[in-house]
């Protein structure tokens, strides 16, 4: 090879810039405000416990999310709304026939 070219482990050659997470935008932040709204949560202490499960640092505003968080918080909003209340064992929550039904 020539001094030219490129090697594997080059490491003589400069850093490149670290990759810096992008801030959300504001149209994430509607989708995420939207979403709760769909979801029917209006509690805002509710709506900070699901974005603190979902994030891992603690934040005091949605202006301090990352654009990488949205999927999660988003993903979890859904579930929430999706979850129902259960009451007694899995035998008794499930929601299919079983053989021992038809008997």
């Known amino acids: 090879m020539s001094d030219g070219e490129l090697f594997l482990f ?7 810039q670290p990759l810096v997470d992008m801030p959300i ?17 209006t509690d805002s202490e509710t709506k900070k416990r699901i974005v603190h ?9 949605p202006r301090e999310l990352l654009a990488k968080d949205v999927r999660p ?4 909003i859904r579930e929430f709304g999706k979850s129902e ?6 035998w ?4 299919e026939e079983t ?3 038809k008997l």
Do not use: Y
Request: aromatic letters at 4%; proline letters at 6%.
């Open 10 to 16: 080059d490491l003589d050659k400069p850093e490149s």
């Open 73 to 76: 918080i988003l993903k979890r």
């Open 92 to 95: 008794d929550n499930r929601t």
């Open 25 to 41: 935008s504001p149209e994430q932040v509607h989708e995420i405000m939207q979403a709760f709204e769909v979801a029917g949560i």
């Open 53 to 61: 499960s979902c994030i891992i640092r603690a934040i005091s505003h």
């Open 99 to 101: 053989w021992i039904d």
């Open 85 to 90: 209340p259960t009451s007694g064992s899995a």
